[in-house]
């Protein structure tokens, strides 16, 4: 009976082996599905956006984003002669075509900028890259290209700004870092890091935080992009040594990107030796201050960028 026993343990721990291997299994290809059906949700887009045009006179213009091999589509709005020029970046599932684009790059112009608006890679607008939103990873290329074409109409490097909102202030954050001839950039709503931003949104999307690491990984896999080691905030050394301006703006409730995110950058940048401040706006929904501070934002927007770019 003792010799029917001692053979059955280990019979009985080898059948517990492999059903205690199945279920590891089994977990391990459930969270890489579920990584992947939440990174495919965040990085791509269902439709295209209906195509809206600018208010009065405008061009269509395209031009190779900088050191890929894909075109970036935009509208460039002419301003007042010896104005500076403006590049307009849009944020996550946005596009050039958005109303509230079209209603900001109208603002804009009517101080007098001359106004170049994005259609930053893959979202809902007419640029295609590798087919995978990218935060601001990829999409700083657009930014640098847009910056290319601008010499190639005239403007001196002192004479373009950068704008953008959520991820659209981060692709002109992580632009200017890779080009010090970007003398200021306005970041309405930026994000950290696109790890910390996609985990704290995951569950208003249905997904628990815990697949955002895997998330990230078939990101990697699918594109090569390691967008969680290029974020924003990584950015303050290289802001510092191009001497870049930059103004943050937040709405202190922001509602989708949180408050906090503009508050750390703010730190690290002035740690850093960045010329930056924040003007911290009382405001909800993500990104509205403009539309609620009105006339107010776009002094400001206009005092910051006489002061940092030329006017001839």
Known sequence: MQNEASQRRPKARRWLTIALSLIAALIVIAYAVVAYLGYNFLST????????????VYETVSFPAR????LVYAHYLEGEAGMPAIIQAHGWRSSRFEP?????????????????????????GETVGNGRIAMGYEERYDVLGAFDYLLTRGFTADQIGVTGESMGAVSAILAA??????RAVWADSPFTRADSVASEQAETFGFPRIIVPGGMLWGAILTGNRIWEDGAL???ARLAENKTAVQLVHCDQDDFVFYYHSQELFEAYRAAGVPVELWTTQCKKHPTSLEVEGENYLAR????????????
């Open 67 to 70: 050191g890929q091999t894909y």
């Open 45 to 56: 887009v269902g439709s295209k956006a209906p195509v809206l045009t600018p208010e009065g």
């Open 234 to 236: 990584a950015q303050a």
């Open 177 to 182: 870092a890779l080009e010090p001839r970007i």
């Open 100 to 124: 509230a684009v079209l209603e900001r790059i109208a603002k804009y112009r009517a101080l007098g900028y001359h106004v170049l608006s994005l259609d930053l890679s893959d979202a809902r």
């Open 301 to 312: 927007f206009d005092a910051f960028f006489r002061q940092h770019l030329r006017m001839s």
